[in-house]
């Protein structure tokens, strides 16, 4: 492997962080799922790299049914934003009681 481990977690951290930040900061349900998808994806990074090192499928498998449930998400949460922005009229998470 090219990349050392420690570099994947120390990018798959930041990213995770990144994440977190993103989610608890924004105001709006959108940018709220985009930061819920950065950290699937450093999950998938830290997955991916383990499989790497040491040597076994699993943490790939694992990390493709990472994505495939971050599509998922996708795809629900954004029609759910969809239905409570056409009955509020906004998406801002503080409007919703």
Request: with cysteine.
């Amino acid at each position: 492997m090219i990349v050392p481990y420690s570099h994947l977690l120390v990018l798959a951290g930041i990213l995770f962080l990144m994440g977190v930040f993103c989610a608890v900061t924004r105001r709006n349900l959108i940018m709220i799922l985009l930061g819920l998808e950065i950290m699937l994806n450093a999950a998938a990074i830290v997955f991916v790299g383990g499989a790497l090192r040491w040597g076994h499928l699993e943490g790939q498998v694992i990390a493709i049914f990472i994505l495939a449930i971050a599509a998922a998400e996708v795809s629900i949460g954004l029609a759910l934003i969809v239905c409570a922005y056409r009955r509020m009229g906004t998406v801002d998470p503080g409007a919703y009681n």
